[in-house]
């Protein structure tokens, strides 16, 4: 667990979406995905739950 994936995970829990928090971190959707997707791996839980449905 890594400072840098605790402020992405934030950062999706604040937008609420995870292609809106990419935009605002500056970085890839795919990358921001592996990110918190090794966080809850190193951690042993789901963070959030995943969806492809649009809003």
């Known amino acids: 667990m890594t400072l840098q994936q605790l402020k992405y995970d934030i950062e999706v829990a604040n937008r609420g979406s995870i292609n809106e928090a990419a935009k605002r971190l500056f970085i890839s959707q ?9 966080l809850e791996e190193d951690m042993q839980i789901t963070i959030f739950e995943r969806s492809n449905k649009w809003k």
């Open 30 to 38: 795919p990358s921001l995905s592996n990110a918190i997707k090794e």
